[in-house]
């Protein structure tokens, strides 16, 4: 009965009056929250990471660097947790906690005494104004591209979403200069210092040479026109040269030393879900990976692309009750840049998925690819169809669930991780 009555409430006046409420309902809550921890966020030093792909893993960079420099860090990504060097997987299927679980988390780095605390957070995150009160030393953009139209509907107001990180006044900002929506988060200044970062021309910590391996990259970054960085990390692809660019650019001008950075890129082994190399003995390689935006799918697979002998083999889907743009266009990148596809669910939480991949096929037969297509509904039984069918030389790339550790099936939470499920059916052949 209160539930019906608030909803009438809410259907009675007009949006922009509902979305003030929300707001001033939300900045309040928050309030009381941060309060009731004793507001432990306040003299710590926050770095803040966001974008629509490659937050995790620059984090990561930025965490690595900052320890290497002698620096005591916490860490909260959607992969994995860190305080004080004391690691565990985040596995809430969460980038950003709830207020008081991250209250709690600011309150623990405070007792250990951190000198840095590196957070990824989203756009909802932003707009539900979850870092009310939070102060802000560095903000990092990695990019833009479509990605939670659901909930923010146009990509105008995805980008004003992620444009509050800037509102909040921090002293040290750090730009994609390759970004096509560069111009517009340029808009907002620091209190001290902005640099900026990619491979165009006018890049302040200019992106100069790459260098692309089975299993690393290597790059020379020039900062200022001066400073030369020789780069290299165990994590393969442009994208990933571009994530620890952005984390070497921050540093920087955090004034940390360029031997540190060095060391501290080199020191990332790998990031779980994140372009991860399943350990398997087999005559192909295995490799999961969270991308679940078109451009994330589109960078992945051209990456593997670049380090497979023969053929690429994609199996994945997407999540139900999220973004349903992106999902034929999803299927025109697989048709495009793999050899064979192997279209499965992925999360459907509360929607049919039947209709979520014959989103995906329809992207997939309008680029031509429905004869190297297989439809596999059983996510299991398509990776082990992707296995059985992988030669030598090839790459079977499984994407869309990363590091995740359960599935929401028609609402109900249910155990799963794509490399367990790779190593049990690789157990079951021996």
């Not at 930025?62 to 060097?85: D, F, H, M, Q, R």
């Not at 139900?320 to 697989?334: L, N, S, T, Y």
């Amino acid at each position: 009965m209160k539930q019906k009555l608030v909803r009438g409430v809410r259907q009675s006046l007009p949006p922009a009056t509902v979305k003030t409420l929300e707001e001033s309902y939300r900045r309040g809550r928050v309030k009381l929250v941060r309060a009731r921890y004793g507001n432990p966020a306040k003299h710590l030093r926050i770095i803040a990471v966001t974008g629509t792909n490659g937050k995790t893993t620059t984090v990561n960079y930025i965490n690595e660097i900052l320890k290497e420099a002698g620096k005591k860090t916490a860490l909260y990504s959607t992969a994995v947790i860190e305080i004080g060097g004391s690691r565990q997987l985040n596995d809430t299927n969460s980038t950003v906690g709830t207020t008081a679980r991250m209250q709690q988390f600011f309150r623990d780095a405070k007792k250990a005494h951190v000198d840095f605390v590196i957070l990824e957070i989203t756009s909802h995150a932003l707009d539900q104004h979850k870092l009310a009160g939070v102060p802000i030393e560095a903000a990092v953009m990695t990019n833009l591209t479509q990605d939670h139209l659901d909930y923010h509907k146009t990509m105008d107001a995805y980008a004003a979403a992620k444009a509050k990180l800037f509102k909040l006044e921090p002293r040290y900002v750090v730009l994609n200069r390759d970004d096509e929506w560069y111009d517009y988060f340029n808009a907002f200044s620091a209190r001290d210092q902005k640099i900026t970062y990619g491979k165009h021309d006018d890049a302040e910590a200019k992106i100069e040479q790459i260098t692309l391996y089975k299993k690393g990259s290597e790059a020379r970054v020039v900062i200022d026109h001066q400073t030369t960085l020789e780069l290299a990390t165990a994590l393969p692809g442009e994208f990933n040269v571009a994530n620890m660019t952005a984390a070497a650019a921050l540093c920087y001008v955090l004034g940390v030393g360029v031997d540190d950075i060095i060391e501290g890129v080199a020191n990332l082994e790998g990031v779980p879900g994140r372009f991860e190399r399943v350990p398997i003995e087999a005559p192909y390689e295995v490799i999961v990976d969270y991308a679940h935006t078109p451009d994330a799918l589109d960078k992945l697979l051209e990456a593997v692309r670049a380090v497979t002998k023969n053929r690429v083999i994609a199996v994945f889907g997407a999540c139900g009750d999220r973004d349903k743009q992106k999902r034929p266009i999803m299927g025109e990148i697989a048709a495009k840049r793999a050899d064979r596809i192997i279209l499965t669910d992925e999360e459907s939480y509360n929607e049919d998925p039947d209709e979520i991949r014959d989103m995906i096929r329809c992207g997939v037969e309008a680029a031509g690819g429905e004869i190297k297509m297989t439809e596999i509904a059983d996510r299991k039984e398509a990776i082990a169809k992707a296995m059985s069918i992988a030669k030598r030389g090839d790459s079977v790339v499984i994407t869309g669930m990363g590091h995740e550790v359960f599935r929401i099936i028609n609402g109900e939470r249910q155990p799963w991780s794509d490399v367990a499920v790779v190593k049990e059916l690789t157990d079951q052949k021996t």
